[in-house]
């Protein structure tokens, strides 16, 4: 129907620690140095222009990285107005990393580290969504968007307060724990009811 | 050539650095050949549009001073974080202080502009890949500061804390980039004084490093950390941060 990919027109913002299960893992750890407390105000980070990698398409894995781990998303796409336009289906690559004190820009900035859903689905209830991911066709992970830190439009009023989103920027509700990891030659589906499943396959990068 | 970009007679237009009343860069010759007075235009970052979203990389700690100001040591691989671009705003344009905040301060930095596409550039190459330079004064406000992800967006990514400009100086007209001075007055009293040749990663190594990874495009900036000498500044103070051939950038503080 639509033969073009939809890529993001403006920034695409990644929020970290946004679901209950992913936040009550670290909940232990967040007194103690080098964070000392638990975050107050959302923790974002920002998925690069070099990173996106349409559906379909293949993403490279640098040499030297055996396994990436998979960031299963939704975002939500700024309309005007400030408004949620619509979501996409993201696949939020990462090199595994286990320190969330700097930012990760180089473990998440990556060349093609963003699989990009195919299309945009009018906005529902956020919190209604369940995501599936699957490498090499085997369910890894299931997703329930109504066990987020944060619910969407809280998410929005509170990253609202010290930034304005500009129509298309995207907001990443976050990633679930659990994100399974892949390596090169595996297929990565993303399937959520109501979106088109967004697929990615990883190689090795050659020399 | 030093380019601007600025708004006159109510459209965006392109100029470049001109003398006025005996003063250099005081005003703007566009490309019409009008010589326009600073004080008359609106300027915006120096920036032509890109077709994607610029990557707007910025350094902290990345001069041995600074570092030691904030109790850090010097890192043993940049620290970096990245902005979007609703945080840049032009010359001559007002930075936002929310009235509660105890200390927010200016950060005169070095902003490498991308000229052509960069990926595993080296290091013996990599002024190759320099479109040009302006200046940045990337404001932190440190009441916001969170160990996660740190500097995280609060303190870093906010709407209009992070003027670029005033010009786009062409990389070809500053020969030695690792060797410019650089000042911020604040009311005109001189706060920070230091020079580029103390970073601790350089501008090509920085180059290296990033293209390693990530691909760098015509446009993107690498904002290239401050040294020491940073104050708090509060509402109408006139912050200018002013590197040696490159430019005077011109800040007020506003309050809300």
Same mark, same amino acid.
């Given at each position: 129907?639509?033969?073009?990919?939809?890529?993001?027109?403006?920034?695409?913002?990644?929020? %970290?620690?946004?679901?209950?299960?992913?936040?009550?893992?670290?909940?232990?750890?967040?007194?103690?140095? +080098?964070?000392?407390?638990?975050?107050?105000?959302?923790?974002?980070?920002?998925?690069?222009?070099?990173?996106?990698?349409?559906?379909? *398409?293949?993403?490279?894995?640098?040499?030297?990285?055996?396994?990436?781990?998979?960031?299963?998303?939704?975002? %939500?796409?700024?309309?005007?107005?400030?408004?949620?336009?619509?979501?996409?289906?993201?696949?939020?690559?990462?090199?595994?990393?286990?320190?969330?004190?700097?930012? +990760?820009?180089?473990?998440?900035?990556?060349?093609?580290?963003?699989?990009?859903?195919?299309? %945009?689905?009018?906005?529902?209830?956020? *919190?209604?969504?369940?995501?599936?991911?699957?490498?090499?066709?085997?369910?890894?992970?299931?997703?329930?968007?109504?066990? %987020?830190?944060?619910p969407a439009a809280t998410l929005l009023a509170d990253v609202g307060e010290f930034m304005t989103l500009a129509p298309g920027d995207v907001l990443m509700l976050g990633c679930d724990l659990g994100r399974p990891l892949a390596r090169a030659g595996d297929r990565i589906d993303i399937s959520a009811p109501g979106f088109e499943t967004l697929s990615n396959t990883l190689a090795q990068e050659t020399a | 050539m030093k380019h601007a970009r600025v708004i006159f007679e109510g459209r965006e237009q392109h100029g470049v650095a001109h003398e006025h009343a005996g003063r250099p860069d005081a005003a703007v010759r566009l490309d019409d050949g009008r010589v326009v007075p600073q004080e008359d235009l609106v300027f915006l970052p120096p920036l032509a549009p890109t077709p994607r979203p610029r990557t707007i990389l910025a350094l902290g700690l990345n001069y041995a001073d600074h570092a030691k100001e904030l109790e850090f040591k010097a890192p043993e691989e940049p620290l970096v974080f990245v902005k979007g671009q609703a945080a840049l705003i032009g010359h001559r344009q007002r930075t936002r202080r929310p009235a509660p905040v105890q200390f927010m301060h200016y950060e005169c930095e070095l902003a490498v502009v991308i000229g052509k596409t960069a990926r595993r550039v080296r290091r013996e190459d990599a002024y190759d890949f320099v479109g040009g330079y302006t200046v940045a004064n990337d404001y932190a406000i440190r009441d916001y500061l969170e160990n996660w992800y740190r500097p995280n967006l609060r303190v870093k990514n906010r709407d209009t804390c992070t003027p670029l400009g005033p010009w786009l100086v062409d990389a070809q007209d500053v020969p030695d980039p690792m060797a410019l001075a650089l000042r911020t007055t604040v009311n005109g009293q001189v706060t920070q004084q230091g020079s580029t040749r103390d970073m601790i990663f350089d501008v090509p190594f920085l180059i290296e490093y990033f293209s390693r990874f990530m691909t760098l495009s015509p446009g993107d900036l690498i904002l290239t950390g401050t040294p020491d000498g940073v104050v708090d500044c509060r509402d109408g103070d006139v912050v200018v941060t002013e590197i040696e051939r490159i430019g005077a950038l011109v800040n007020t503080i506003e309050e809300y």
């Open positions: 129907m639509n033969p073009t990919p939809y890529l993001p027109s403006g920034t695409v913002y990644g929020t %970290l620690l946004n679901f209950r299960a992913e936040h009550e893992a670290l909940a232990a750890q967040m007194a103690q140095p +080098p964070y000392k407390a638990p975050p107050k105000a959302p923790v974002l980070y920002v998925k690069t222009a070099n990173t996106w990698s349409p559906h379909g *398409s293949v993403i490279t894995v640098p040499s030297g990285v055996a396994e990436v781990e998979v960031g299963a998303s939704v975002g %939500l796409v700024i309309g005007e107005g400030g408004l949620v336009g619509s979501h996409v289906l993201l696949n939020d690559l990462s090199i595994p990393h286990a320190s969330f004190f700097r930012p +990760p820009v180089k473990f998440k900035c990556v060349d093609g580290f963003l699989g990009i859903g195919a299309s %945009l689905r009018r906005p529902a209830d956020p *919190s209604a969504i369940r995501v599936e991911v699957r490498i090499n066709g085997e369910l890894k992970q299931r997703i329930d968007f109504s066990q %987020l830190v944060r | -």
